[in-house]
C-alpha cells in the first residue's frame, strides 16, 4: 500500500511561481507525476501534467511543456512540480500519482488527496 502526501497549494499572484510537493511511502514505486484536474471537471477528467517513469524517463503533456517542470527522487520517494509564469487558467486542483507494484507484481495507481493551486489575475 501507497500512501501520498502533497504540500504547497494555495493563492498565487498570476505571473509567480509555485512547488508543489509529494512524499510517498511504499515500496517498488517505479513513477511518481502529477495531474490536473481543472475547475468543474470530474476526477476521470484529470489531465496529465508531467511524470517520471523508471524506464520511460519524463513525459509531459503539450500544454506543460515549458512552463511546467518535474522533478523525481527516487531514494527519498518525493516529487515536485514547479509552474512558473502562472496563469489564471492553471487554477485548479493538482494530484500526485504513484505507479507501483503490488506484492503479486500488478501495477498499481495511488493517488494524493490533491493540492488546490488558485492563480488571481
Known amino acids: 500500500q501507497v500512501q501520498l502526501v502533497e504540500s504547497g497549494g494555495g493563492l498565487v499572484h498570476a505571473g509567480g511561481s509555485l512547488t508543489l510537493s509529494c512524499a510517498a511511502s511504499?515500496?517498488?514505486?517505479?513513477?511518481m507525476g502529477w495531474y490536473y484536474q481543472a475547475p468543474g471537471k470530474s476526477l476521470r477528467e484529470r489531465e496529465l501534467v508531467g511524470i517520471i517513469d523508471d524506464t520511460e524517463g519524463t513525459t509531459y503533456s503539450d500544454y506543460a511543456k515549458g512552463r511546467f517542470s518535474v522533478s523525481r527522487d527516487v531514494a527519498k520517494n518525493t516529487a515536485e512540480l514547479q509552474i512558473h509564469s502562472l496563469e489564471p487558467t492553471d487554477t485548479g486542483v493538482y494530484y500526485c500519482?504513484?505507479?507501483?507494484?503490488?506484492?503479486?507484481?500488478?501495477?498499481?495507481?495511488?493517488w494524493g488527496k490533491g493540492t488546490l493551486v488558485t492563480v488571481s489575475s
Open positions: 500519482k504513484v505507479e507501483a507494484r503490488n506484492p503479486v507484481g500488478y501495477l498499481m495507481n495511488y
Open positions: 511504499g515500496n517498488r514505486i517505479s513513477a
